[in-house]
């Protein structure tokens, strides 16, 4: 397998200020890699897909300028929720694609973001 | 487009009765299908997948699946319940061939009762 890190696991902000969610590829390079949002007792919702090196490709529907997305090198993808709000309070989950490995992902553990 | 369906919410077994999750798709092309489990507060782990050949996909824990063509179906099955399989369980289809975004289904809830 291979292994996909998410930090924080969770995280409390107030409403108005900025949090970022990273999440790392352990032990491979991933020039991909795509951010998931679950509310309470629903699916996943693929958000975006991060790109190493270009910008994101957003999902219609999610604000890029709220869910600012930054894969800066092959290991590491950031999302940061701008001026946050109580209706973002919610569960990200980021997932990779490690090459040669098959065509499952790997998924990170997971953030759960409660703003107040 | 492409869709996932599980028809059921939640599952009830009985610990050690076979069970079966439901799953149905809707793709165009060849489908590539997924499936993955979720604990609480958790990401989700991978447990099958099928891509071609053999219509039953052996994976992690014990669990296996039916890829379906004629009824478009991707049913998750474990001969024998553990409690310690109750999770969240879901169905996912790779959305378009050669990228890897994943459309995922609604989730079904597994209770293994002792």
């Known amino acids: 397998g291979a292994v996909v890190s998410q930090h924080p696991s969770w995280v409390i902000c107030k409403s108005g200020t900025s949090v970022k969610i990273e999440c790392r590829s352990l032990?491979?390079?991933?020039?991909?890699m795509f951010w998931y949002r679950q509310f309470p007792k629903q699916s996943l919702m693929l958000m975006a897909t991060?790109?190493?090196?270009?910008?994101?490709?957003?999902e219609q529907g999610v604000e890029k300028d709220k869910f600012l997305i930054n894969h800066a090198s092959l290991t590491l993808s950031t999302l940061t929720v701008t001026s946050a709000h109580p209706e973002d309070s919610s569960f990200y989950i980021c997932?990779?694609?490690?090459?040669?490995?098959?065509?499952?992902?790997?998924f990170g553990q997971g953030t759960r973001l409660t703003v107040v | 487009a492409q869709s996932v369906a599980q028809p059921e919410d939640q599952v009830n077994v009985a610990e050690g009765n076979p069970l079966t999750v439901k799953c149905t798709y809707s793709v165009s092309g060849n489908p590539y299908l997924f499936w993955y489990v979720q604990y609480p507060n958790r990401g989700l782990q991978f447990l099958l997948k099928?891509?071609?050949?053999?219509?039953l996909v052996k994976g992690s824990y014990g669990f296996e699946a039916e890829f379906n063509k004629s009824q478009t179906s991707f049913h998750l099955k474990k001969p024998s319940a553990l409690v310690s399989d109750s999770a969240l369980y879901f169905c996912?289809?790779?959305?378009?061939?050669?990228?890897?975004?994943?459309?995922f289904g609604t989730g079904t809830r597994l209770k293994v009762l002792a």
């Open positions: 991060s790109n190493e090196g270009s910008k994101a490709t957003y």
């Open positions: 997932s990779a694609r490690k090459p040669g490995q098959g065509t499952e992902a790997f």
């Open positions: 032990d491979f390079q991933a020039t991909t």
């Open positions: 996912a289809v790779r959305a378009l061939s050669g990228t890897y975004k994943y459309i």
């Open positions: 099928y891509i071609t050949g053999d219509n």
